[in-house]
Each structure stands twice: as structure tokens, then as C-alpha cells.
């Protein structure tokens, strides 16, 4: 019987007392080797693109000599005007990545020794660089599936009290749904709507007219018949059949459930979308080594801008222009 790639020794290439064996100036030269990859790991200006720079044995900075720009390894990037060392961020990403279903601000915190804000807002950097990048569309064949999340009701105690929970009127009206399109053997997207019936537009904006759709019996995919070729399950009857099924986005709403119940135990309407995006990476790239996905966290944390929701978060009370940033998570521990 063949070995499952996650119990094999490739799928474990980074060790994270390694990384936490490094020195500042050692996780310095790796960031900065990861970040400026396109140079061969040799630094320039992140404002103009020029390659002459001037350093200081004072700081750990560069000057542009062309438009005189002072920059550090994380200038620009989602760790900037940053109070933790260097070490502690790749550290940070390290843990991230190791995380099968995923890892709470709680469980983060304490391994960094942090408080839960910093970790909070540090692990929704990291799931910000996970989010899909680029506008293109799926292609081929592509599942199509949605799930609930949230909005739980409590029973309560006495039989005769409970209320029927399915019910629109005994519910908290806090419930959303994840609309997942999978593309087999390429990627994921999630998206985050009011209800299932709503992805449709969604599914039509985000997959080519050219794909192969597979949804299941709900009477609301309907619709894409007119525009897409069209197989569909009956999950009553089978799982799969004649070719049709939505096994892949079934996996994808599999993982995310348990990183729900076991790890966070609850997703924060506000920041849902955040966390699907985080499983679909997780689902896009299963089959990477450990070592493989932290290089791939680490250069997609340097490559991204300054966010606009998440610098200086617990530093306002209102989001600044452009932020998208709805509620405090103050409220919502992981």
C-alpha cells in the first residue's frame, strides 16, 4: 500500500526549531533573499527599482542612490513599521503554515509570546497573503458548492422548550454562506454571500462559459444551464455518479469545518471571507511540503502592499479611507 504524501519525508522539508535557532541577522538574509528573489536575493530600492544602494553598519537599512529612499527588508511590505524581530515573524509564518486545519490567534500567541491583539492581527496578515491574487477566471471543470457557517442558536434546556432550529424565524439571522467554486487540479475560490442562491452572479462573473460545471440538485443552479455545460448530483441518491459530483468543493467545506470546531471554534461574520480564503490555500496546496509553503507565505508577505485594514488596527477606533475593516474582533477570541 503506497505511503500517503503527508506521512512521507518529503512532505516535511522545514523544521521550526530551526527557524527559531536563527539569528536576527540570519532571518534577516533569508526574508531578504525570499523577498528580492527576482535579483538573484540582492536588495533594491522598493520605490524606484534602482540597484545601487549605499548600507549602514549602524542599522539594518538601505539608501537608494538614485531617489535617496531609506528602506529595511520589510519596508513596504505587511510587516512594516514592525516592533517584533524579524526571527519572530518567519517563526510566526512557520507555525502558520505547519497548521493542517489552520491555528488560532490564542494557540499563536502563546507560542510566540505575544498578546492575543498581536497575534490576532498577525495571523490576518498572514491569511490576507492567502488570499487569491490575480483576476483570472476558472476554467475546465469546476465544482460549485455552498455551505453555512455561524449563526449558531443555542438550545435550550428543557425539551419543551427547544424551537425547531431550521426554522428562518428561531434563528440568529448571524448565518452566511460560503459559495465555493473548485477548479480540478487548480484553484479554489470562496466567496462569502447572504445566501446560496445569491452566488449564482457569482459563479457567472468568476467561471469561463467555456468550464464544465458540477453542482448538486439545489434548484437555484438551475439558472447556469442556460450559460455553462451543466452536470449535476443528487446527494440523496449518491455521492457521485456518472461521472458527476462535487467531491472537491465537499473537501474544501470539510476542512473548513473542522478548522471551525476544532480550532477556532467560531468564525466572526466580518472576517469569514478571510478565513475560506485561508482554507482554499490550504486546499490549493496540500500537496506541498511544509518547507515549500512557508517559502511560498513568505514571498507572497513581501510582495503584498501596506494593508489598509489591518496596519495600526487597535491604534483607532474608526477605519481610515480605503480600510474595510467592519468591527472589533475584541469580542470574537479564537
Same mark, same amino acid.
Not at 454562506?177 to 477548479?183: A, D, F, G, S, T
Given at each position: 500500500?503506497?505511503q500517503?504524501?503527508?506521512?512521507?519525508?518529503?512532505?516535511?522539508t522545514?523544521?521550526?526549531?530551526?527557524?527559531?535557532?536563527l539569528?536576527? @541577522?540570519e %532571518?534577516?538574509?533569508?526574508?531578504q533573499?525570499?523577498?528580492?528573489?527576482?535579483?538573484?536575493?540582492?536588495?533594491?530600492?522598493?520605490?524606484?527599482?534602482?540597484?545601487?544602494? #549605499?548600507?549602514?553598519?549602524?542599522r539594518?537599512?538601505?539608501?537608494c542612490?538614485?531617489?535617496?529612499?531609506?528602506?529595511?527588508?520589510?519596508?513596504?511590505?505587511?510587516?512594516?513599521? +514592525?516592533?517584533?524581530? =524579524?526571527?519572530?515573524?518567519?517563526?510566526?509564518?512557520?507555525?502558520?503554515?505547519?497548521?493542517?486545519?489552520?491555528?488560532?490567534?490564542?494557540?499563536?500567541?502563546r507560542?510566540?509570546?505575544?498578546?492575543?491583539k498581536t497575534?490576532?492581527?498577525?495571523?490576518?496578515?498572514?491569511r490576507?497573503?492567502?488570499a487569491p491574487?490575480g483576476?483570472?477566471?476558472?476554467?475546465?471543470?469546476?465544482?460549485?458548492?455552498?455551505?453555512?457557517?455561524?449563526?449558531?442558536?443555542?438550545?435550550?434546556?428543557r425539551?419543551?422548550?427547544?424551537?425547531? +432550529?431550521?426554522l428562518?424565524?428561531?434563528?440568529?439571522?448571524?448565518?452566511?454562506?460560503? =459559495?465555493?467554486?473548485?477548479?480540478?487540479?487548480g +484553484?479554489?475560490?470562496?466567496?462569502?454571500?447572504?445566501s446560496?442562491? =445569491?452566488?449564482?452572479?457569482? =459563479?457567472? %462573473?468568476?467561471?469561463?462559459?467555456?468550464?464544465?460545471l458540477?453542482?448538486? @440538485?439545489?434548484a437555484?443552479?438551475?439558472?447556469?444551464?442556460?450559460?455553462?455545460?451543466?452536470?449535476?448530483?443528487?446527494?440523496?441518491?449518491?455521492?457521485? %455518479?456518472?461521472g458527476?459530483?462535487? #467531491?472537491?468543493? @465537499?473537501?474544501?467545506?470539510?476542512?473548513?469545518?473542522?478548522? @471551525?470546531?476544532?480550532?477556532?471554534?467560531h468564525? /466572526?461574520?466580518?472576517?469569514?471571507?478571510?478565513?475560506?480564503?485561508?482554507? &482554499?490555500?490550504r486546499?490549493? #496546496?496540500?500537496? &506541498?511540503s511544509?518547507g515549500?509553503?512557508?517559502q511560498?507565505?513568505?514571498?507572497?508577505?513581501?510582495q503584498?502592499?501596506? /494593508?489598509?485594514?489591518?496596519?495600526?488596527?487597535?491604534?483607532?477606533?474608526?477605519?481610515? %479611507?480605503?480600510?474595510?475593516?467592519?468591527? /472589533?474582533? &475584541?469580542?470574537?477570541?479564537?
Amino acid at each position: 500500500m503506497p505511503q500517503h504524501f503527508l506521512l512521507s519525508a518529503a512532505a516535511r522539508t522545514l523544521s521550526i526549531g530551526e527557524v527559531a535557532r536563527l539569528s536576527e @541577522e540570519e %532571518a534577516r538574509r533569508v526574508f531578504q533573499l525570499i523577498r528580492f528573489e527576482a535579483n538573484e536575493g540582492q536588495p533594491f530600492c522598493v520605490r524606484c527599482g534602482c540597484v545601487a544602494l #549605499n548600507s549602514y553598519k549602524c542599522r539594518p537599512i538601505w539608501k537608494c542612490k538614485a531617489c535617496g529612499h531609506q528602506f529595511s527588508v520589510t519596508s513596504g511590505t505587511i510587516f512594516a513599521d +514592525r516592533k517584533l524581530p =524579524v526571527r519572530d515573524y518567519l517563526l510566526a509564518i512557520a507555525i502558520f503554515a505547519n497548521g493542517a486545519k489552520g491555528i488560532s490567534a490564542l494557540q499563536l500567541g502563546r507560542d510566540l509570546c505575544v498578546q492575543y491583539k498581536t497575534a490576532f492581527v498577525l495571523a490576518h496578515k498572514l491569511r490576507e497573503a492567502m488570499a487569491p491574487q490575480g483576476e483570472a477566471k476558472l476554467d475546465g471543470t469546476v465544482e460549485v458548492d455552498g455551505g453555512y457557517f455561524g449563526g449558531h442558536v443555542k438550545p435550550e434546556n428543557r425539551i419543551e422548550d427547544r424551537k425547531d +432550529r431550521r426554522l428562518l424565524e428561531n434563528q440568529s439571522g448571524k448565518k452566511r454562506c460560503v =459559495v465555493v467554486m473548485r477548479e480540478r487540479g487548480g +484553484r479554489t475560490l470562496p466567496f462569502v454571500v447572504s445566501s446560496e442562491d =445569491v452566488g449564482v452572479p457569482v =459563479v457567472r %462573473a468568476k467561471v469561463e462559459k467555456s468550464a464544465e460545471l458540477h453542482a448538486d @440538485e439545489a434548484a437555484h443552479w438551475n439558472v447556469l444551464h442556460a450559460h455553462y455545460q451543466v452536470r449535476r448530483i443528487h446527494h440523496g441518491k449518491a455521492y457521485s %455518479a456518472d461521472g458527476a459530483c462535487t #467531491n472537491q468543493a @465537499e473537501s474544501f467545506f470539510s476542512r473548513m469545518r473542522r478548522s @471551525e470546531i476544532g480550532v477556532h471554534h467560531h468564525f /466572526s461574520g466580518p472576517y469569514l471571507q478571510a478565513y475560506a480564503e485561508e482554507s &482554499a490555500w490550504r486546499e490549493d #496546496n496540500r500537496r &506541498a511540503s511544509n518547507g515549500r509553503q512557508f517559502q511560498m507565505l513568505v514571498s507572497r508577505a513581501a510582495q503584498l502592499p501596506v /494593508s489598509t485594514r489591518w496596519a495600526r488596527y487597535w491604534q483607532r477606533s474608526k477605519p481610515s %479611507a480605503g480600510s474595510t475593516r467592519q468591527g /472589533s474582533p &475584541a469580542h470574537h477570541p479564537e
